[in-house]
Protein backbone atom coordinates (compact mmCIF):
# COMPACT_ATOMS: atom_id res chain seq x y z
CA UNK A 1 0.00 0.00 0.00
CA UNK A 2 2.85 2.76 0.50
CA UNK A 3 4.08 2.53 -2.92
CA UNK A 4 0.89 3.83 -4.02
CA UNK A 5 -0.06 5.86 -2.07
CA UNK A 6 -3.27 4.44 -0.97
CA UNK A 7 -5.26 6.56 1.08
CA UNK A 8 -3.13 10.44 1.04
CA UNK A 9 -5.63 12.06 -0.66
CA UNK A 10 -7.66 15.53 0.35
CA UNK A 11 -10.87 13.50 0.00
CA UNK A 12 -9.55 10.35 1.98
CA UNK A 13 -7.77 12.55 5.14
CA UNK A 14 -11.41 15.04 5.12
CA UNK A 15 -13.79 11.88 5.02
CA UNK A 16 -11.79 9.80 7.89
CA UNK A 17 -11.25 13.12 9.98
CA UNK A 18 -15.46 14.02 9.87
CA UNK A 19 -15.78 10.14 10.80
CA UNK A 20 -13.44 9.85 13.34
CA UNK A 21 -15.12 13.53 14.65
CA UNK A 22 -18.72 11.67 14.34
CA UNK A 23 -17.39 8.21 16.67
CA UNK A 24 -16.41 10.26 19.14
CA UNK A 25 -19.34 12.10 19.55
CA UNK A 26 -21.10 8.98 19.59
CA UNK A 27 -19.14 7.59 21.47
CA UNK A 28 -19.93 10.31 24.29
CA UNK A 29 -23.33 9.87 24.19
CA UNK A 30 -23.01 6.41 24.58
CA UNK A 31 -21.46 6.63 27.74
CA UNK A 32 -24.05 9.66 28.50
CA UNK A 33 -26.53 7.10 27.81
CA UNK A 34 -28.04 9.55 25.05
CA UNK A 35 -29.66 7.93 22.32
CA UNK A 36 -30.21 11.20 20.24
CA UNK A 37 -26.91 12.43 19.95
CA UNK A 38 -25.21 8.94 19.94
CA UNK A 39 -27.21 8.89 16.86
CA UNK A 40 -26.66 12.18 15.70
CA UNK A 41 -22.88 11.33 15.98
CA UNK A 42 -23.92 7.93 13.68
CA UNK A 43 -24.69 10.70 11.43
CA UNK A 44 -21.93 12.66 11.69
CA UNK A 45 -20.04 9.30 10.83
CA UNK A 46 -22.24 8.66 7.82
CA UNK A 47 -21.80 12.59 6.41
CA UNK A 48 -18.05 12.06 6.63
CA UNK A 49 -18.54 9.03 4.06
CA UNK A 50 -20.50 11.40 1.38
CA UNK A 51 -18.28 14.56 1.93
CA UNK A 52 -15.27 12.10 1.33
CA UNK A 53 -17.22 10.24 -1.55
CA UNK A 54 -18.30 13.75 -3.24
CA UNK A 55 -14.61 15.05 -2.65
CA UNK A 56 -13.25 12.12 -4.80
CA UNK A 57 -16.06 12.94 -7.84
CA UNK A 58 -14.77 16.47 -7.60
CA UNK A 59 -11.13 15.11 -8.70
CA UNK A 60 -9.86 15.14 -5.37
CA UNK A 61 -9.37 11.31 -4.88
CA UNK A 62 -6.77 8.92 -6.25
CA UNK A 63 -7.28 8.07 -10.00
CA UNK A 64 -8.17 4.72 -11.09
CA UNK A 65 -4.77 2.80 -12.92
CA UNK A 66 -5.04 2.42 -16.35
CA UNK A 67 -5.40 -1.51 -17.43
CA UNK A 68 -1.58 -0.87 -18.48
CA UNK A 69 -0.30 -0.28 -14.82
CA UNK A 70 -2.40 -2.37 -13.48
CA UNK A 71 -0.42 -5.18 -15.41
CA UNK A 72 2.62 -4.16 -14.96
CA UNK A 73 1.83 -4.06 -11.07
CA UNK A 74 0.80 -7.65 -11.81
CA UNK A 75 3.89 -8.59 -13.92
CA UNK A 76 6.02 -7.04 -11.37
CA UNK A 77 4.59 -9.06 -8.20
CA UNK A 78 4.84 -11.95 -10.25
CA UNK A 79 8.18 -11.77 -11.10
CA UNK A 80 9.34 -10.52 -7.47
CA UNK A 81 7.78 -13.91 -6.10
CA UNK A 82 10.00 -15.96 -8.37
Same mark, same amino acid.
Given at each position: M?? $? +??????A? &??G??? $? *??? *?? =???? *??? #??????F &????? !? !??L?? =?V?? +??K???L?M??? $?? #? !?? +????????? #?? $?
Amino acid at each position: MAG $S +AHGHTPAA &WTGVII $S *FIG *FC =IAGV *FMV #AANQAGF &WAGMG !V !VLLGG =IVGG +AMKVAGLGMPKA $SA #A !VT +AAREAATLQ #AR $S
